[in-house]
């Protein structure tokens, strides 16, 4: 083969290769710019905000509070503690309301004090001993023992002489002796305290033999003029005597019966 000929078809083959090689490298170097913007086009798309927006400002900026969200929120409930705290306090009564008031709690003792002063199943003692009186009294004198016999005559919560009174006031234990007109099975003694109201501690009753049984002791809860009444199950005796002992040292002042009442059926 001719040497000539040789040489210049390999010339030909390195030239084809040259301009083969430098296409290639032509070809990477416009590749790789695109490729970088295709990296770097989710970042310019995620930073949304304006280049002048400060990169340190709060997150609180951005996000509106929760309790502002809450309040604004459609359909949620308001709290009950939060409308009753809410809510306006009542208006105090008028003086009208609080006269009405007056009449209505008076006409209410008034219509207890006529009931049970007219109950047929009750008796009013006849006859009262005591363990002392004031200025040692007797007979049917003012505060005598004798003042707690027939029906209540004491219209006002004061010291009467138309009321028992012990000699003095304050002093401790005291008594007060009671009898009746007609022995019955008892089931309630009512005692009408009409001055230092609160001061029994307890009530008996005697059989037909003359025993005490206590049928009621404690704390008299009695208020003003009214009753201390002391209910308990029918006695198997019949009784006509009852007994009250008081501690006058419990309520400061004298302490005054106006009326004692026993109530009972003679079957």
Known sequence: MNVARITSRFTSISAVLIIASMATSCSKGDAAPASTAAATLPVSTTAAAPASAPSSAPASAAVAPAADATAAAPGVAIPATTAVAAAAPPAPPTAEEREAERKKAQIEWALRQDEIKNDPRGQWAKQATASSTFNDVKGNAPYAASQATG???VQQYSTTAQAWSSRTPDSGIEWLDLTFATPVHATAIRVRESSGSGAVIKIEVFDDKGAPHSVWSGSDPTKELNYLIAEFP??????????????????????????????????
């Open 151 to 153: 029906e209540p005559n």
């Open 234 to 267: 029918k006695t198997v005796f019949k009784t006509n005597r009852v007994k009250l002992t008081l501690a006058t040292n419990v309520v400061q002042g004298w302490n005054q019966i106006d009326a004692v009442q026993l109530i009972g059926t003679e079957q």
